[in-house]
């Protein structure tokens, strides 16, 4: 069993929909990620949050806005996607600590944009 | 800059044998750490190896091991006993600071 969770595993979404994907952690861990995927490819950095503040954006589109509500929550919402935006969405969480961070991923959310 | 570079995009090995996946990076950084990940088409990512840059002994893990070649910057994954489980992307990665770098991924099939 993935100690983390996301939610939820598929989802299909016209262009003017709103959406999020949710991630959950209980490992104590302060660093959380989104990763986006394309397939056969490695996943490609989005976001980092590190004690619940944005650390990182990697130049990610304004149509894809992280949340933190917690340390144990990430949200990632998403709103006039375009289809090119379909992909597997990956959540990771690590020790914040530098160099003891191991990614823990989740089982990621598989999105579709129609 | 840092960089991850797996130059073998597809690879197989009958059940059973053993596999090595190779792995070169470039960083100018002197602590990292160094990880094998493993993607089966379930896709989930399963952290598989992980190894401390500041240790010159070889990570083991079950039917993995590695050859981490500091100076070389090479970190190949050896894969004994093949099972048929073992297929799937498999992706290195280093980290630096709370960065992580990934290669591009050897997809490994295992043959019965």
């Known amino acids: 069993d993935t100690e983390v969770t996301q939610t939820p595993k598929h989802l299909v979404m016209g262009m003017t929909n709103k959406k999020s994907l949710k991630c959950e952690q209980h490992m104590g861990h302060r660093a959380m990620y989104w990763y986006k995927q394309k397939a056969k490819k490695p996943p490609e950095l989005m976001f980092v949050y590190s004690y619940e503040k944005l650390s990182i954006n990697e130049s990610v589109p304004s149509r894809f806005s992280p949340e933190c509500p917690n340390s144990s929550l990430l949200n990632l919402h998403l709103h006039a996607l375009q289809p090119e935006d379909s992909a597997l969405y990956l959540c990771a969480s690590s020790q914040e600590r530098a160099g003891v961070g191991t990614l823990h991923f989740g089982n990621g959310t598989r999105l579709t944009v129609t | 800059a840092q960089t991850v570079t797996q130059s073998q995009p597809e690879m197989s090995v009958q059940e059973a044998e053993t596999v090595t996946l190779s792995c070169t990076y470039d960083?100018?950084?002197?602590?990292?750490?160094l990880f094998w990940y493993k993607q089966p088409p379930s896709r989930q990512m399963i952290l598989v190896i992980r190894q401390e840059a500041y240790k010159q002994q070889n990570a083991t893990e079950n039917r993995f091991s590695v050859n981490f070649q500091k100076a070389a910057k090479s970190f190949s994954l050896k894969i004994s006993d093949s099972q048929l489980g073992d297929t799937a992307m498999y992706f290195c990665a280093f980290v630096t600071g709370n960065q992580f770098y990934f290669g591009t991924g050897t997809s490994l099939t295992v043959i019965p």
């Open positions: 960083t100018s950084e002197n602590n990292y750490y």
